[in-house]
């Protein structure tokens, strides 16, 4: 349409508004058209009325923040993660140190259970036994203290990453 | 443009454009639309906000027989858009932790 269907139109549309507001609209398009003859082709002449209704609308509620709005959330220190750390640290030297004292004991057991074997077969049969016993026990612990080491290893470094899970 | 622009980054836009020289409406339009795709009336509503709250000043000169409109950026409007700048760092740096998998750079 030509600018000035287009501005008649646009004034029509914005007949809510302020007169001293409805003019600049108007000036201002008008100014738009002279460097810019196609954008009246383009544009529909309600729909900007419409946003500028609504822009004004919304203004003159409540006035615009000119503070920024903030576009990451704060970063925190991870605290889960590294009381999490320490936690399987404490299982990791518990368990290491329930590994160390099993395989001693296993150890001493072999060797006892070797030693009563001349005085009585089923008691060094027992001593044997529990000997197995204390080296299972021992595998069962190290497999521990590995996991709960690799997992406070994990959590540690993860700290250093950034944002808390 | 992938990603949507609107809001306080073409608050941002538009007083970065005001900050090298006062321009009127069809340039800075212009202007913004060689960096994003914005329709002819996104920026009228901007304008006005921005004045609104005292970034932008308006002054008009006469041209070929008819008035121009200037808008000139505000000693606040440089503050804002100075904040506007340690923001947008700050965002940047966020996104390219993430898309290197986390993992700083330092």
């Known amino acids: ?165 | 443009m992938i990603f949507s622009v609107s809001g306080s980054l073409l608050d941002f836009l538009v007083l970065a454009v005001l900050n090298q020289e006062d321009t009127y409406g069809y340039i800075l339009t212009q202007r913004v639309k060689n960096v994003i795709e914005i329709s002819d009336s996104t920026l009228y509503p901007v304008l006005r906000r921005l004045m609104k709250d005292g970034l932008l000043t308006t002054y008009d000169q006469p041209f070929q027989g008819r008035n121009r409109r200037y808008y000139s950026i505000t000693e606040t409007g440089r503050k804002q858009l100075a904040l506007f700048t340690e923001e947008w760092e700050h965002h940047k740096a966020q996104i390219d932790f993430i898309l290197e998998g986390g993992i700083r750079h330092d």
């Open chain 1, 1 to 165: 349409m030509t600018k000035y269907v287009f501005l008649a139109r646009l004034e029509e549309a914005l007949a809510a508004l302020d007169p001293d507001e409805r003019r600049a609209t108007l000036q201002y398009y008008e100014e738009y058209f002279e460097d810019n003859a196609e954008a009246a082709d383009t544009l529909s002449p309600e729909q900007i009325a419409a946003e500028t209704l609504a822009s004004y609308g919304i203004d003159s509620d409540a006035p615009q923040k000119a503070e920024p709005q903030a576009v990451s959330p704060p970063r925190k220190f991870p605290v889960g993660r590294l009381v999490g750390g320490i936690l399987l640290s404490f299982l990791a030297v518990t368990l290491g140190s329930v590994a160390l004292g099993m395989i001693c004991a296993s150890a001493i057991l072999f060797v006892v259970a070797f030693f009563i074997l001349q005085l009585s077969v089923p008691l060094a049969v027992t001593v044997f036994g529990s000997a197995i016993l204390a080296l299972g026990l021992f595998g069962l612990s190290l497999g521990g203290t590995v996991k709960s080491v690799k997992g406070a290893t994990n959590l540690f470094k993860n700290c250093e990453g950034g944002e808390a899970a």
